[in-house]
């Protein structure tokens, strides 16, 4: 079974622009989640969706979007970048029910770069 | 406002000994715990969930164990190897319709040396 990928890898953008990331989770799974990890800040949790609906949202501004396809992809979007946004961009697929049964599976992550 | 505590941040040791690494979290409602390992620069690796329900969990050299009620989780390693070097992170599911997520600690680097 193949794991979770994220596309692409790497990114180098200017303040201002703005940035899509995508992740494919496991075949079957429906829930995928999305973390940002930085130096400062470590792991931080920015929304999880699961059946094209997002689920939770944790505590970053509008700026960061995400939306689920019908096959369970998932892209995030940041707006009008900024310096701080610079991080590794992670996701994480789990079957997504039972709820109680949540054993996330990560992808490589994406990692950010803003100048 | 659930929060995850790991302590050490760092640890350094000869190969070949056995390790403790320590997790706590302040609420105990919590659906299960997870223990990754992330080598520099790299995604998280999955070492074992321990459900709310459950004591423990085995995988190869490494045990993990939860105790709910004082808040606490342990990886333990043994016979450790120069290969076992990572950040060690523990993470905590929180239950609650609106906080169905994951809680993370700040991690362990582990250095193993030869």
């Known amino acids: 079974k193949a794991g979770v990928t994220q596309t692409p890898r790497y990114l180098i953008k200017t303040r201002g622009q703005q940035v899509t990331l995508s992740c494919s989770p496991i075949?079957?799974?429906?829930?995928v989640s999305w973390y940002q990890q930085t130096p400062g800040q470590g792991l931080q949790f920015l929304f999880e969706?699961?059946?094209?609906?997002?689920?939770n949202k944790g505590n970053f501004p509008g700026r960061f979007s995400g939306r689920q396809f019908s096959n369970s992809r998932s892209e995030m979007n940041v707006s009008t970048l900024e310096l701080g946004d610079s991080a590794l961009y992670l996701c994480?697929?789990?079957?997504?029910?039972?709820?109680?049964?949540?054993?996330?599976?990560f992808g490589p992550g994406t990692r950010l770069t803003v100048l | 406002k659930q929060e995850v505590t790991q302590i050490p941040a760092a640890l350094s040791v000869p190969e070949g000994e056995n390790l403790v690494l320590n997790c706590s979290f302040t609420?105990?409602?919590?659906?299960?715990l997870q223990w990754f390992r992330q080598d520099p620069g790299k995604g998280l690796t999955s070492l074992l969930l321990?459900?709310?329900s459950q004591r423990e969990q085995t995988s190869g050299r490494l045990n993990a164990s939860l105790d709910k009620s004082s808040g606490r989780s342990t990886l333990y390693i043994a016979a450790s190897q120069p290969g076992d070097s990572a950040t060690y992170l523990c993470?905590?599911?929180?239950?609650?319709?609106?906080?169905?997520?994951?809680?993370w600690g700040a991690g362990t680097k582990l250095i193993i040396k030869p």
């Open positions: 994480a697929s789990t079957p997504g029910q039972p709820i109680s049964y949540n054993e996330q599976f």
């Open positions: 075949s079957g799974h429906r829930s």
């Open positions: 969706y699961f059946s094209e609906t997002q689920r």
């Open positions: 609420d105990s409602a919590i659906y299960n």
């Open positions: 321990i459900q709310s």
């Open positions: 993470a905590v599911h929180t239950t609650g319709h609106s906080n169905y997520q994951l809680i």
